[in-house]
Nanobody
Framework: QVQVAESGGGLVQAGGSLRLSCEAT????????MAWFRQAPGKERDFVAA????????YYTDSVKDRFTISRVNTRNAAYLQMNSLKPEDTATYYC????????????????WGQGTQVTVSS
């Protein structure tokens, strides 16, 4: 079994910052790619950012480029999402995903998912 746990969500004013954390523990000891997705009420789950298994490749959706930064600890499956200049439209439940080696926006490539952490940005 692999468990994925996110933390760091909360309420912040527009223009503020939050840092989300994620760690995958359990049966998988080898490094895997990790990613963040988000889902706003009434909308589909969308890709936000991904980082490859060694951290050499990062991939962002256009709407968060230059505002969000994904990083990881190479010695374990831990990833972070630094979110700056937050906007009300960033409000969503943020999910961490882990699996494979490639940083990709394809959610089917990630075998393991967390329960999500809520991010709310007030205007």
């Amino acid at each position: 079994q692999v468990q994925v746990a996110e933390s760091g969500g909360g309420l912040v004013q527009a223009g503020g910052s939050l840092r989300l954390s994620c760690e995958a523990t359990g049966r998988t000891s080898a490094p895997v790619a990790m990613a963040w997705f988000r889902q706003a009420p009434g909308k589909e789950r969308d890709f936000v950012a991904a980082i490859s298994w060694r951290g050499g490749s990062k991939y962002y959706t256009d709407s968060v480029k230059d505002r969000f930064t994904i990083s990881r600890v190479n010695t374990r499956n831990a990833a972070y999402l630094q979110m700056n200049s937050l906007k009300p439209e960033d409000t969503a439940t943020y999910y961490c995903a882990a699996g494979g080696r490639i940083a990709t926006a394809n959610n089917e490539r990630y075998a393991y998912w967390g329960q999500g952490t809520q991010v709310t940005v007030s205007s």
